[in-house]
């Protein structure tokens, strides 16, 4: 807890609009420090960061490309699911394209990986203003988020990324090939598919907390359940390419995360509804 936080406790007073908003400049402060020196080490081994990480699945012996095939022979498909990317270079258009892109990355990348921690310093701000009750069923709740942002980040680049690199860099039309990329396309593209599909994976947290306070029910999940379904596959459009394979690819999951949100719902409405007798 903060030392500002710290000291309305023990003086017994309220803290003021102006105190309220110094301590939300601490935090924001922090946050932005443990982004920005993450980004700075990303930026310093870009080198390493780009070969391993940002070009792995561009390359044939990716993680994913290498268990699709070993799935296919352990079913008795042979080859017949082997997936591997298409060969293509790089090209640049801009005379900046590649110190720009390197900065972009780096800085989304320390976002990313700086996540539990600004989260951590968002729930330290808001924490103070909960009812003792309110802040023990939420312990717990930075490391759920940071586990669930993980797990849609490594669901992004191992799943998404691997069919989406394949669908559209080896898409054709009319003799046009797409085998010279820019660099900028491709790494806005890695992004887009890694860091919405782990702010998408919140879902059970956001419906965890809404039901415990009675602002959503399991009846009116299931209720609106075709509704969330249509969602679900408009917002995997956007999030992913043209590709009907990579949609299916992040709506089946966005969904199975809707009904598990659902059981979470439910649970917690009954809660919500015997603390009001």
Excluded at 86 to 99: Q, S, Y
Excluded at 175 to 180: F, L
Aim: glycine content about 8%; hydrophobic content about 50%.
């Amino acid at each position: 807890m903060s030392d500002q936080n710290t000291l309305a406790e023990n003086s017994g007073k309220e803290m003021s609009f102006f105190d309220h908003l110094d301590e939300l400049r601490s935090h924001l402060k922090r946050s932005a420090l443990v982004t920005v020196s993450i980004a700075i080490l990303v930026f310093l081994s870009g080198d390493f960061i780009f070969t391993h990480f940002i070009y792995g699945p561009t390359k044939p012996n990716f993680l994913s490309y290498r268990f699709m095939c070993w799935f296919s022979n352990i079913v008795g498909l042979g080859d017949r699911i082997c997936m591997t990317p298409p060969a293509f270079e790089f090209d640049t258009k801009d005379m900046g394209e590649t110190f720009f892109v390197h900065i972009k990355t780096s800085f989304i990348l320390g976002l990313a990986a700086a996540f539990p921690f600004v989260f951590r310093e968002i729930w330290l701000f808001v924490k103070p203003g909960l009812h003792e009750h309110e802040s023990k069923s939420a312990q717990g709740v930075v490391g759920v988020a940071s586990g669930l942002f993980l797990f849609g980040v490594l669901f992004g680049y191992f799943v998404i990324a691997p069919f989406a690199v394949k669908f559209l860099i080896g898409y054709e039309i009319a003799g046009v090939t797409n085998d010279s990329p820019t660099l900028a396309s491709y790494v806005n593209y890695l992004l887009v598919f890694m860091i919405p599909t782990g702010i998408v994976f919140q879902l059970p947290l956001v419906v965890f907390y809404l039901a415990k306070i009675g602002l959503i029910t399991d009846v009116f999940m299931r209720t609106y359940r075709r509704h969330a379904f249509l969602f679900i596959i408009v917002l995997a459009a956007i999030i992913t390419p043209p590709d009907v394979v990579t949609q299916f690819l992040i709506a089946v999951p966005i969904y199975g995360l809707y009904e598990v949100s659902i059981g979470i719902a439910e649970r917690q409405g009954k809660k919500y509804q015997e603390s009001l007798k």
